[in-house]
């Protein structure tokens, strides 16, 4: 209670399915005031995260940052670049830092099913953490829709894409959204997407690692769009 009270960064908040009374509703309530996502899990997973089963049936995890609002970023901003559920905090680390060196004005990521700014993800960043917004989302089809109402043009990242990233022409504002490791872009965040984008492969492997495609694809949109100001 005194975490939210004092607005800590909090990842999430864990409660023990069948807890109830008037503190547990209190510090959902007070959790949902803040943003901050609750979830209702089994007690052994509370006593697997706790490391004891003295955990009074609540568990709060803490973030390495407070994240931003995504109204705070879309204003004057070119690239944005969205994680269609990155779960491996390394990967999410990785894109972090690379998206700040491309120039990006933040990294959107959803509630669920994704890694949260936990420590290994902020000593995967470098140090980028420190400087670049991070926002969360409850929906990323919604936050999509948001963003073509703002004018962003949507680029999906997609092995199957009609595109190559040294074909496409990049218009900014950008929003460029890079699917899970394994699974790509979910179907429905393919249909919102203008355009699907893909690296060419000269292997055997139909796609890289996401952080690794980052790297290739966000200086590729860095370089396209630095020709177009000059």
């Not at 004018?151 to 990049?170: F, K, L, M, P, Q």
Request: charged share 25%; proline share 3%; glycine share 10%.
């Amino acid at each position: 209670m005194e975490a939210l009270r004092a607005n800590h960064p909090l990842d999430r908040i864990v409660i023990a399915k069948g807890a109830g009374g008037a503190r547990i509703q209190e510090i959902v309530d007070l959790a949902r005031q803040k943003s901050t996502p609750v979830r209702f899990e089994d007690r052994g997973a509370l006593q697997r995260l706790a490391g004891t089963s003295s955990h009074q049936g609540v568990i709060a995890l803490g973030a390495q940052k407070k994240y931003s609002e995504l109204d705070d970023v879309v204003g004057s901003g070119q690239l944005l670049v969205i994680l269609d559920g990155v779960e491996d905090p390394h990967n999410l680390g990785a894109v972090i830092r690379t998206a700040h060196a491309a120039g990006a004005n933040a990294v959107v990521i959803p509630e669920r099913r994704a890694a949260g700014l936990t420590e290994t993800v902020a000593k995967a960043a470098a140090g980028a953490l420190e400087y670049l917004p991070i926002t969360r989302v409850t929906n990323i089809n919604r936050t999509l829709e948001d963003l073509k109402n703002r004018g962003y043009w949507i680029y999906g990242i997609d092995e199957r894409g009609t595109v190559t990233h040294d074909e496409v022409d990049w218009t900014t504002p950008s929003a460029v959204v890079f699917g899970a490791e394994g699974k790509g872009l979910h179907e429905q965040v393919r249909k919102h997407c203008d355009f699907l984008v893909r690296i060419p492969m000269a292997g055997q492997i139909a796609s890289l690692n996401v952080s690794v495609a980052a790297g290739v694809i966000l200086f590729a949109w860095k370089s396209a769009v630095g020709r177009k100001k000059l």
